[in-house]
């Protein structure tokens, strides 16, 4: 796969809500997960051992900062991280939030739905994710 047709070198991966000099974070539009965020590094590399052990350090520092709002804001009951890259070998991490009413919980938010969350619970998520935005630009902030 080359840069031109790799999607996370095409696009930004989702809303923009902090664009740092060597990664962004993006919240994705998950109508089944408000919350949802990727921290994407911004140069195409596949691996995390493609980066300066000093990039590494970054990358991963902004990831728990990311982790950590998601946790303040959305009080989920458990956060999954997890970096993939099979579908699209761009290095970036997904910071998922999950809660045991979640359609795959306990499963991974990719194995088949077992129920559907209530509308109004999903609703009330997003109710949150203003304030998500807010706290992610703040701790953002500590990585400058």
């Given at each position: 796969?080359?840069q031109i047709e790799c ?126 935005r807010t706290a992610i ?8």
């Amino acid at each position: 796969m080359t840069q031109i047709e790799c999607e996370l070198c095409a696009q930004q991966g989702g809303e923009v809500v902090h664009l740092a000099a060597q990664w962004h974070v993006v919240l994705v539009d998950d109508a089944d997960y408000p919350g949802f965020c990727r921290v994407i590094w911004n140069r195409h590399v596949r691996e995390m051992t493609d980066l300066a052990l000093a990039e590494r350090d970054l990358l991963m520092a902004a990831v728990w900062q990311v982790e950590a709002a998601v946790r303040d804001v959305l009080q989920p009951h458990k956060v999954n991280l997890a970096s993939l890259g099979n579908m699209t070998p761009h290095l970036h991490w997904h910071v998922i939030p999950r809660y045991d009413d979640d359609a795959q919980f306990p499963a991974p938010v990719w194995a088949p739905a077992q129920r559907a969350t209530a509308p109004e619970v999903l609703a009330r998520r997003r109710d949150l994710l203003p304030t998500l935005r807010t706290a992610i630009r703040a701790r953002m902030a500590s990585l400058i």
